[in-house]
């Protein structure tokens, strides 16, 4: 598949369907893999860095089904695709910014990423929309299955496989879930939430991972340690706590309708109003905009709306998605213009 | 006329269609007179000030064409009543505000008003829509000689016309241009225009005169002073100064098309957007979005939109107007409900 197609796919972890879509747009599950006798990443010169990308090319293009993935060298890629990428989840910013021969094998309907030469030899990536840790987790187990076949990893008996990071060693899983929390952030019970989530032992990020704000009221829910703990564990606690969050999030959204319904539905109509009207609209902006209409049409306070739309607008207003779609480098301000524009386009009001 | 069918008709001070229309929303002139051989209002006891409000009602409604003017005892009135016709500028709040007997008599199309116990015994108040300074005077002098056949004014060969503040003693005139300036305002140009407006000795007010915070973009520029000047000078001045702000104004308007047309139209767009969604919404932002939406029409950036029924919502949004609608006393939360939903109503957007 080529990458200008991917780009402007329908991304598969905004598609609404999933189970608890109203709460959670997706779920990832990581893993983190080196390949034994190897030196990690930053050990390797150029030569064998390239060597190595090769190897994982080759190995892991074997080991699935080749017709169904395709390899991207991020080195010959521009920096609005890459942009692009990292836009879509489907790679890393580290990975986008890095040095030196690396790619990524991108599967079937986006669904499915594997990373060569970011700060592991292998990061491997399985998406799904809502709330699915099991699914994620067996497809991702699956896969890894099947590159073990042909690749062996550094494993250690005690502490399991051996990764760059500390943090990763262990399974080397991180599984993460990308809740929409609006009510609990306008009822200001979000920080409450997030404190008793980080009591045990799990990492809170915004939109676009670790360093970046939530925006949006869009958050990831991640477990931070893999060691010392089987993957059933660790998915075991991060599903009870998502549970949790979203039946706060719930009890919050009904809260809402009982307490002020006008002061809903007003948040939803203005938001809505400008996104529809506006000629000139800021990222942050549209994030905060495109939240409350999420939440207007889970909450049945906005008709007619498709929230299909509404959620591939989260993706297709960032800065690369804006770039790509005008063919060109474009200034804040130029972008701020086209993603006004966009927005009014997609949503059939132009 | 019944005072209802005044309150909810529009006002003629308001109506598009006079001269520079798309600047000037209204003219006004003034004129303060006290009866000869009674003591100003603050002299006289409750029974002489009842005795002034019948003679003066008599006088007036005999000196003018009875059957065209409609006498209304303020002391008989509502609050919400007295409130409308404060927002209609039929009344000053002097009067909604004042003690004992004091009534008003109300002109054809609302273009007169003769306020009896104001400050002074009378107030004379003529309005016409756009720049109409010679207009509305000649008839402030027309029906000032008509009172004057009956009623003897105190005055003096010295000083010209005595009346309770000594800022009115001379002509007694006061003439006033109601301006929209938004693009004066959003290219920082009016604390400027302002200074120079002082050094004038010209004042400068709100929508809603001495006190009122400038609202909307809406300013009131009048004559200071009263005394050594005759009304000619007074009204040749005020009407050189207003057609050089009328100038600027234009002139501003012209920049904020060529420097930035897509931040305009964003401005426009935005505010007519929120005004035709809001569900709750505040006097202060819908004088400053309705701002917005007539310079959008008036630059024919907003088409479509009838600019008397966006004029008209400047007053009909007011708490005294938004009451009589409901006829209900209305809390502050509950008049930014019903405002908005007016506001949707007007503008054919519910």
């Given at each position: 598949m080529k990458l200008d197609k991917i780009i402007t796919s329908p991304s598969s972890w905004l598609?609404?369907?999933?189970?608890?879509d109203d709460i959670v747009l997706s779920t990832r599950v990581r893993l983190a893999r080196n390949v034994a006798g190897r030196p990690f990443l930053s050990r390797l010169n150029p030569d064998e860095q390239n060597d190595l990308e090769a190897y994982l090319k080759q190995a892991v293009l074997a080991a699935l089904k080749p017709d169904r993935y395709t390899w991207f060298e991020l080195d010959d890629m521009s920096q609005i695709d890459r942009q692009c990428l990292v836009e879509r989840h489907l790679i890393s910013r580290e990975l986008a910014a890095g040095e030196g021969r690396r790619g990524v094998a991108i599967g079937p309907k986006q669904r499915i990423a594997i990373m060569a030469?970011?700060?592991?030899?292998l990061r491997l990536q399985v998406y799904a929309p809502g709330l699915q840790l099991q699914d994620a987790w067996q497809e991702a187990d699956a896969i890894d299955d099947r590159l073990e076949a042909r690749v062996t990893f550094t494993f250690s008996?005690?502490?399991?496989y051996l990764t760059a990071?500390?943090?990763?060693?262990?399974?080397?899983l991180r599984a993460s879930v990308m809740l929409h929390l609006p009510a609990l952030v306008l009822t200001r019970q979000i920080e409450k939430v997030f404190n008793a989530v980080a009591r045990l032992r799990l990492a809170v990020r915004g939109?676009?991972?670790?360093?970046t704000q939530a925006t949006g009221d869009i958050y990831q829910i991640s477990n931070q340690a893999c060691l010392g703990r089987t993957e059933h564990d660790i998915l075991e606690t991060l599903g009870t706590v998502i549970a949790q969050i979203i039946a706060y999030e719930k009890e919050a959204r009904g809260a809402l309708v009982t307490d002020s319904p006008t002061a809903l539905d007003d948040r939803v109509m203005r938001s809505w109003a400008i996104l529809t009207h506006a000629r000139i609209i800021s990222s942050e902006e549209t994030l905060a905009l495109l939240s409350a209409v999420r939440l207007g049409i889970h909450m049945k306070r906005?008709?007619?709306?498709n929230i299909g739309t509404v959620n591939e607008l989260f993706l297709t207003t960032r800065r690369g998605h804006l770039q790509k779609l005008r063919g060109a480098e474009l200034g804040e301000s130029e972008r701020d213009g086209a993603r006004a524009e966009t927005i009014r386009e997609r949503l059939g009001t132009n």
């Open positions: 598609k609404p369907g999933g189970p608890n030469n970011e700060e592991d030899h008996p005690n502490l399991g990071c500390p943090t990763n060693v262990g399974t080397g939109l676009y991972g670790e360093g906005l008709k007619g709306v």
